[in-house]
Nanobody, 128 residues
Framework: QLQLVESGGGLVQPGGSLTLSCVAS????????IGWFRQAPGREREGVAC????????NYADSVKGRFTVSKDHAKNTVYLQMNSLKGEDSGRYYC?????????????????????WGQGTLVTVSS
């Protein structure tokens, strides 16, 4: 059974950095593209970044381009989200979710295109 576990969240000051991890387990997990999403209280879950199964392509939301980097360690079945120059509006619970092989288009992933497999998320708070 496919399972994703997120970790790495925490409290960070504006301008700081955090790296989130998403570990995928289960059959065929190596064939999964992984999308990162975030959700602030009272707001819809929004796509942040996506990396293809082969890690040869990555897409980002406009709001995080140039600040966030998504990468993959194939040996560990782990996808990372390196977040730099963090802002208050980056606060929220971050989730990863899978889809087969490729990310769509060139922009942020959408909730509807992902497989309905969600972890508990990891909380990121950007505050002084």
């Amino acid at each position: 059974q496919l399972q994703l576990v997120e970790s790495g969240g925490g409290l960070v000051q504006p301008g700081g950095s955090l790296t989130l991890s998403c570990v995928a387990s289960g059959e065929s997990s190596e064939f999964l593209a992984i999308g990162w999403f975030r959700q602030a209280p009272g707001r819809e879950r929004e796509g942040v970044a996506c990396i293809s199964a082969s890690a040869d392509a990555a897409n980002y939301a406009d709001s995080v381009k140039g600040r966030f980097t998504v990468s993959k360690d194939h040996a560990k079945n782990t996808v990372y989200l390196q977040m730099n120059s963090l802002k208050g509006e980056d606060s929220g619970r971050y989730y990863c979710a899978p889809k087969w092989y490729h990310c769509s288009g060139s922009g942020a992933p959408t909730v509807n295109e992902m497989l309905d497999v969600w972890g508990q998320g990891t909380l990121v708070t950007v505050s002084s």
